[in-house]
């Protein structure tokens, strides 16, 4: 059965728990909820409606995510990197594999927009046809050569 071309969550949709690992929290009582936005038909790419109140704790991205917040504000702590803080309109990306520890003084709500790496027959499916469209590209004379050789 075929997807629906356009997909949308309606206004005022319930935010539902979404807990986070307690093994992940170092301070406080960080509650999380969410709303799920949309989804990709390859089920790889998602946006989400996310809030969380007071806490600090250890965020493990499974998957690649981009966010925007819309209100609150939080700082952001990678090893060996300075503390960032953001509010509202403030964005960041996070790469799958990042651990990153979020510090919530109060409350912090966001849009987030997250994508999942392709299987790995899939991944390396597309790195091997990349590989081979170089080569062709690379075998090609360039086109002010071409040009050039017809004219002669």
Same mark, same amino acid.
């Given at each position: 059965?075929?997807?629906?071309?356009?997909?949308?969550?309606?206004?005022?949709? /319930?935010?539902? /728990?979404?807990?986070?690992?307690?093994? +992940?929290?170092?301070?406080?009582?960080? *509650?999380?909820?969410? !709303?799920? &936005?949309?989804?990709? #038909?390859?089920? &790889?790419?998602?946006? !989400?409606? +996310?809030?969380?109140?007071?806490?600090?704790?250890?965020? *493990?991205?499974?998957?690649?995510?981009?966010?925007?917040?819309?209100?609150?504000?939080?700082?952001? $702590?990678?090893?060996?990197?300075?503390? !960032?803080?953001?509010? /509202?309109?403030?964005?960041?990306?996070?790469?799958?594999?990042?651990?990153?520890? +979020?510090?919530? #003084?109060?409350?912090? *709500? $966001?849009?987030?927009?997250? =994508?999942?790496?392709? /299987?790995?027959?899939?991944?390396?499916?597309? *790195?091997? &046809? =990349?590989?081979? &469209?170089?080569?062709? =590209?690379?075998?090609?004379?360039?086109?002010?050569?071409?040009?050039?050789?017809?004219?002669?």
């Amino acid at each position: 059965m075929l997807e629906p071309l356009l997909r949308n969550t309606p206004k005022g949709a /319930p935010f539902q /728990p979404s807990p986070i690992d307690p093994s +992940w929290i170092e301070a406080g009582d960080p *509650r999380a909820r969410c !709303v799920f &936005l949309a989804q990709t #038909d390859d089920r &790889l790419a998602m946006a !989400v409606h +996310w809030e969380c109140t007071a806490g600090r704790f250890t965020w *493990r991205y499974a998957m690649d995510e981009t966010i925007y917040i819309l209100e609150g504000g939080c700082t952001l $702590k990678q090893p060996g990197e300075p503390e !960032v803080r953001l509010g /509202p309109g403030d964005s960041a990306h996070f790469s799958r594999g990042a651990a990153v520890t +979020w510090t919530v #003084d109060s409350y912090v *709500r $966001k849009i987030g927009f997250c =994508k999942a790496a392709p /299987p790995r027959s899939i991944g390396l499916a597309i *790195r091997l &046809l =990349k590989g081979v &469209l170089r080569r062709v =590209k690379k075998s090609q004379p360039a086109f002010g050569a071409v040009q050039t050789a017809r004219a002669a």
